[in-house]
Structure formats: structure tokens, C-alpha cells
């Protein structure tokens, strides 16, 4: 049967079980959009306000479900809208596929009207990208593409499809499984030998996840390692959500705003085993402290990650979750008192320093949201103050529950991506903690929230400032606070009103216990403007590049 | 300690890829000394072979790194003592008369063949390390360099293994 590129791409997504499109129509795109009205009844299409909303929409939908999200954008301002979600879901290996139209093959390279070469652009962001430039390519193509995002570590990868591709006419074969799929590589027994060895000899081993666990599902192999060794887990912020906060030996989240005790125990520990963690700087900081007198095994997925940020001696390179299977198998049960009570004198000195029970604080903010959610929301965050208050305060129990821009730190990213995941989970309630400054960047996509019917809670921590930023300036530039004061008169409730949601605005917490109460008996858009002081800090604090020894408590 | 070193590689024959492993390079903040690219017999693929430098951990992430794109299907590394490398030189020299004999008998004992020459002025070429090259082009300055073209290196692994065969893709 002689069909177009078009609806090949349709039948090819179809094929890969895409059930849910992000995107936004435009000139070179406009035959797939055709073909998406024809097929409305197999693949739902998301119609957000902004490119960029779409494509955070897509990798949120990925991070939530584990799925490939699928984005569509026009050629030029289309396609470069598109950039800080492509580079979003690259930091942080999320399976994303970006569908970009582009002006006639013939045209290409002449500047032709809205031409970009955003293969080009992109290249240093995507896991792999393609331009289509023959239609008996395009099937292959959108096959691998898609083994290419969702298999090894994940990543995005981009599909450039010019326009003439697009209408051209092609005998459609579905696309078929090429070579058998290369075995992900396999840990050699002297590599676990070492690795047994080490755990073996350590007596306070500390067990590290990343953002690896979540995507893995390998909670479960964590938690029966931790099990064994009677070891404490501390997480990146990317590993957060992705082990049980309600494990007696959880620590939560270590880092430059990670909490006391998972820092000062992580650097107490004599054996760190890392998990699906690639060892960013703003999680080891200073790596000559964090390393020092300490083994390290890592185990990861990427063999490239093996050494690049941290020496370890020992390394276990494949899949996770096996090889945590593998590795426990082969430990005997550990017992050390003595790290066990030094794990539960650390918690308790740190539980000394909860906010006031009444006072309108962060981390109240955040307990009382919880109140209302079960353990299946989905909670999405903006970039800043707000985010560490969550990744500190918000007690996760489920993988993939926690959306959040890690690597890239992107601000804007919390609206869309918070769509995306509602969506993916069938319009699952969901909560976007936010500031004033990450949602004054993507607001507009509260629009798509409201046509779509999200069950969303926009929670605003409204200090009138960009507050990580006016932390630095008032900690390390002797408080020239420049530019990071917003004070705008932006009324958030109104704006979200003027979108066709609810707003409320509120600046104690029993106000915000009855903007909560009135939210959740609703199933649609909700914005709470959360009017807090600028006198909170997001703390602890390891200043970038040291550590443990010089954090800031108050 | 920062080191050269050659690393070969098998990629796919497609617009684009020299961009992407340069790119790399770029994003990555390697060296590239040289690079050179030429269709294996397989015209599907293209050997590339690239000298850069850096110490042990640049060496080992270069291959890591090169190893995880999608183009790349062979990689590895050509150590010097155990690999074959060549350069091509060609130079363009200005000889005065009286340097003409002393000239010849230096090109003849780097094995060099004289393509073309104009009255007091000649273009060689020259086969052979990128050190023996090296060493050919401090003797021409004394002479007179006009213009110099460098093929970059290419390497091969000596004896019968060949890590670098397509034959098996």
C-alpha cells in the first residue's frame, strides 16, 4: 500500500505504542498534523500554549510512566523552542523523541523560510539525532530511534523531517526489529569478587542511589541490599522517590542543599556503594573530601560514568537491577551497632531543627500538601529554593512520582513536565510546587492545563525573589543583591483565574489548609499563592566545591 | 601525565558524523592534533583515525565517550609500539642554487619523490612517521619553506590482528 510520510510516521508510532503526542502545528509540519486529525481516535494530541511547554510536557510524561514522550514541533522557532527540553531530558536520561518538520529537502541549506538546522543545534544535547531525507529510510529510522531512547542509559533523540519527505509516496513495510540488540555489558566475576570484598571489610558502608534506581525500578534490590548490610541510604536529588522514604534507615537527600544527616554520614562512611549515580558536582561537591578514605563502588549502567567523575576502584557496569540481585546473593548478613546508633544520633540531632507548627513555613507548606495526596500523587517541581524545600521536606514513597529538572536546572520546566505526567497516568492528581520566578517563566501553559482537565495543584512558595540565587549574593557577595529581588505586583491568583482555573492567594497556613481543602475537591487546575517571608533560606548549605566541614546550618 | 595518543575507529559512512565526533571532542574539551577520515572497502563504513593528547584518565573517557555514539561501531587504541603510523607530506620549497645539491640529498635520504619543479623551486612528497615529518620540515626551514599540506596520521595495529576489520559488521 503506497501511503505518505506522513501517515507512515502515524502508523510507526502507533506501532511503538505512542498513545499521547505533545506538540504544536506550524508550516513544514502541517501534513503530520493532518494525519494526527484523521487518526485522532488511536493517538491523542496535546495542544500546549508554548514549544517548549510541549517538550517539558513530553519528558515529564516519559518520567513518570518510563515510556518514550513524544514531542512535534515546525521547522526554525518550532524546532529552537524546543532546545532547553531537549538539553532537560539529556542531563537527566530521560527517553524523549523530538519530531522537528523542516522546509523541502531542495530547500534546505538556502535559509529558506523558518529553515534552522537544528541537527546541528541539538547536536551536543541528544543521545542520537536523524534528518529523513528519503522516504524509504523514515520507518528504520523512527524504530530506532525510538530502541535508541528507551534502551541502555536513556536519552532524547531528535527526528528531522523535511517537508517533501512528508508528502512524498512510499510501499509502507513496518518497520522491522534490525540486528539482534546488543546485550547490555555484564560485570565479570573478579569485579564482583572485589566488590564482595570491599562490602566484606567495611564496617559502615552507605548506600547511594541516583537517578538510575528510579529509572530502573531497582527500589525493591535496594532496599534488600540495605537490608543485609544494615546500611543507610542517601539519594541525589534524581535518585529522590526512587527507595521508600518510610525505610528505617533513609536518609533522604545528600548534596549542596541535601539534609545533615545524609551528608555528615555519607562523609562518615567507609564504603559508599553508588547506584545509578553519575556524581554530579552539586552531589559530591568537593570530590578529593568525598572520595577520601573511603571505597567506592559504582554501579551504573554507563561505562563512560565509570571514573569520570569519581576514581572508583571498583566498578559493576550493567543492568542495575541484577546486579544488585547478583551482588546481595553473594554478601552475608552485617551488623555494626555502632554505626547503627551513630546513624540514629545523626536523625536526631537534625530533627531538632523542624520549623515552628504553626508558622507559614516551607516545610509546613509541604507537610500539609501531603496530608492531602496519597502516596500515588505525582509532585513536579520548578527550579530553586522551592525545589530543595521538596526534595528535603516531601516524604516520596513510589518510583517516578517525583518530576523534577535535575542536570540542566531548568527553570520553566515544572508547568509542562507536570502536565506531561498527569497525562501519562491517565490525568493523575498532581502537585507543581513552584516559585515566583520558575512559574512567571512558563505560566502560559496553564492554559493547557485548564483545557486538558489536569487534576492540578500549582503551589507557589512566593518570597518575591529569586531566592538561590539571593542566597549566593547575600552569602558570598556581602549582600549586592543584584537583580534577584522580583517584588512584581503579579497577582498568581488572578492570572490563574484569567487562564480559567481556580486561584487563591494565602500568607498563613490555616488559609492555605482551606485553599488545600477547597483544591482537592476539584478535579481541574488550582493555583495557591503561597505569600511567604524572604527571611528563609534553603538550608543546609555546601557552598559549591567544598564540604561536609563547611556547611551552613543557620 | 598528558601523552599523544592515536585511537582508530570504524563509523558509519553518513553526512554528519565527523561533525558529531568532532563535536565531542569540542563539547568535552579534548585536543585534536589530527583527524583523518577515507572509506574502508565497505563503502557502508569510514575509518577514522584521530591523534590527540592527554593523560590516562583523557585517554580512557575519549574512548568511553566515542564508544556511546550511535555512528561509532568500532574503537580502540593504536599504541604507538604496537601500531603502524603514517603521514603524508606535501611541501613546497624555494631552493637558491647553491643550496640545490644539499636540497636533493636531503629529500633522497628521507625517501622523498619530487613531483614538480620550477626554476628555483620544488614540490616533494613524503611518506613516514609524523616525527620523521617533523624532523623533514625543521631541515626545510632551513631552506626555504613556501607552503606545507599534512595529511594527519593514519595508523594501523602491526600483525595479523585487526581490531579495525569491517569485515565482521
Not at chain 1, 538539553?87 to 529553515?115: C, H, R, W
Amino acid at each position: 500500500m503506497r501511503i505518505t510520510g506522513a501517515q507512515i510516521l502515524i502508523e510507526e508510532l502507533i506501532r511503538h505504542g505512542v498513545d499521547t503526542i505533545f506538540g504544536y502545528p506550524g508550516g513544514t509540519i502541517v501534513d503530520i498534523y493532518d494525519q494526527l486529525l484523521q487518526h485522532q481516535d488511536r493517538i491523542k494530541h496535546v495542544l500546549t500554549a508554548h514549544e517548549q511547554g510541549a517538550v517539558h510536557a513530553a519528558d515529564g510524561y516519559a518520567r513518570a510512566c518510563g515510556k518514550a514522550g513524544v514531542v512535534l514541533a515546525t521547522s526554525g522557532p518550532g524546532a529552537t523552542n524546543l532546545v532547553t527540553g531537549i538539553a532537560a531530558a539529556y542531563m537527566d536520561s530521560s527517553p524523549l523523541i523530538a519530531i522537528t518538520g523542516n522546509v523541502a529537502t531542495s530547500m534546505l541549506g538556502k535559509d529558506s523560510f523558518q529553515e534552522v538546522d537544528i541537527i546541528g543545534v541539538t547536536q551536543q544535547i541528544v543521545k542520537h539525532s536523524f534528518i529523513v531525507k528519503r522516504i524509504e529510510d523514515l520507518a528504520g529510522i523512527v524504530h530506532e530511534a525510538f530502541r535508541i531512547a528507551t534502551s541502555d542509559r536513556n536519552g532524547p533523540v531528535l527526528i528531522d523531517f523535511p517537508q517533501d519527505i512528508q508528502q512524498a509516496l512510499y510501499e509502507y513495510q513496518p518497520s522491522e526489529e534490525r540486528d539482534p540488540q546488543p546485550e547490555p555489558e555484564h560485570p565479570s566475576e573478579s569485579d564482583y569478587q572485589a566488590a564482595v570484598t570491599a562490602i566484606r571489610n567495611s564496617r559502615c558502608p552507605y548506600i547511594y542511589c541516583g537517578g538510575g534506581v528510579v529509572r530502573a525500578l531497582a527500589g525493591t534490590e535496594v532496599l534488600q541490599l540495605a537490608e543485609k548490610l544494615q546500611a543507610p541510604i542517601g539519594l541525589s536529588m534524581m535518585g529522590l522517590s526512587g527507595v521508600p522514604s518510610t525505610y528505617p534507615l533513609y536518609l533522604g537527600m545528600t548534596g549542596m542543599h541535601g539534609l545533615y544527616a545524609a551528608n555528615l554520614l555519607q562523609s562518615e562512611a567507609d564504603l559508599i556503594i553508588a547506584v545509578g549515580a553519575r556524581f554530579s558536582d552539586r552531589a559530591t561537591g568537593n570530590v578529593r573530601e568525598f572520595v577520601k578514605n573511603r571505597t567506592i563502588v559504582h554501579i551504573d549502567i554507563d561505562p563512560a560514568e565509570i571514573n569520570k567523575n569519581i576514581h572508583s576502584r571498583i566498578a559493576l557496569c550493567g543492568d542495575i537491577k541484577e546486579i544488585l540481585r547478583h551482588l546481595t546473593s553473594r554478601l552475608e548478613e552485617k551488623y555494626n551497632p555502632q554505626w547503627l546508633a551513630r546513624i540514629r544520633e545523626c536523625r536526631r540531632q537534625q530533627q531538632s531543627w523542624q520549623a515552628k507548627p504553626q508558622a507559614f513555613d516551607p516545610q509546613n507548606i509541604i507537610s500539609l500538601v501531603r496530608r492531602y495526596c496519597d502516596g500515588d500523587a505525582i509532585v513536579a517541581t520548578d527550579v530553586g529554593q522551592h525545589q530543595m524545600w521538596v526534595m528535603q521536606y516531601y516524604p516520596f514513597s513510589r518510583p517516578r512520582t517525583l518530576i523534577t529538572s535535575g542536570g540542566l536546572g531548568a527553570m520553566g520546566f515544572g508547568l509542562g513536565a507536570a502536565i506531561g505526567a498527569s497525562l501519562a497516568h491517565h490525568r493523575r492528581r498532581t502537585v507543581l510546587f513552584t516559585g515566583d520566578g520558575s512559574f512567571g517563566m512558563n505560566l502560559i501553559e496553564l492554559a493547557t492545563a485548564v483545557c486538558q482537565k489536569i487534576p492540578l495543584l500549582v503551589v507557589i512558595m512566593d518570597n518575591g525573589m529569586l531566592g538561590l540565587v539571593h542566597q549566593l549574593q547575600g552569602r558570598f557577595y556581602a549582600r549586592r543583591f543584584s537583580q534577584s529581588f522580583l517584588n512584581r505586583p503579579t497577582d498568581f491568583a488572578g492570572v490563574a483565574r484569567a487562564y480559567g482555573a481556580e486561584g487563591y492567594t494565602v500568607s498563613s497556613l490555616p488559609e492555605f489548609d482551606e485553599a488545600l481543602h477547597q483544591a482537592f475537591l476539584r478535579n481541574t487546575p488550582v493555583v495557591i499563592d503561597c505569600k511567604i517571608s524572604q527571611d528563609r533560606e534553603a538550608l543546609p548549605m555546601i557552598p559549591p566545591g567544598s564540604s561536609i566541614k563547611d556547611i551552613i546550618l543557620k | 601525565m598528558e601523552e599523544k595518543f592515536t585511537v582508530g575507529m570504524i563509523v558509519n559512512n553518513q553526512a554528519g558524523v565527523l561533525n558529531r565526533v568532532a563535536g565531542l571532542f569540542g563539547k568535552r574539551c579534548y585536543n585534536i592534533d589530527s583527524i583523518t577520515v577515507g572509506e574502508t572497502e565497505n563503502q557502508q563504513y569510514s575509518r577514522m583515525t584521530i591523534v590527540s593528547r592527554g593523560d590516562e584518565y583523557t585517554r580512557e573517557q575519549v574512548l568511553k565517550q566515542l564508544s556511546k555514539l550511535y555512528d561509532v561501531k568500532k574503537v580502540c587504541l593504536l599504541p604507538e609500539e604496537s601500531a603502524i603510523s603514517r603521514e603524508h607530506l606535501l611541501i613546497k620549497m624555494h631552493i637558491p642554487a647553491e643550496m640545490k645539491a644539499k636540497a636533493t640529498e636531503m629529500i633522497n635520504s628521507f625517501g622523498g619523490k619530487i613531483l614538480d619543479f620550477w626554476d628555483d623551486c620544488v614540490t616533494v612528497e613524503i611518506t613516514d612517521s609524523t616525527q620523521m615529518i617533523d624532523e623533514f620540515i625543521h631541515l626545510a626551514a632551513r631552506i626555504g619553506i613556501l607552503e606545507i599540506c599534512r595529511s594527519g596520521c593514519i595508523a594501523m595495529v602491526q600483525g595479523k590482528e585487526s581490531p579495525l576489520t569491517v569485515t565482521d559488521l
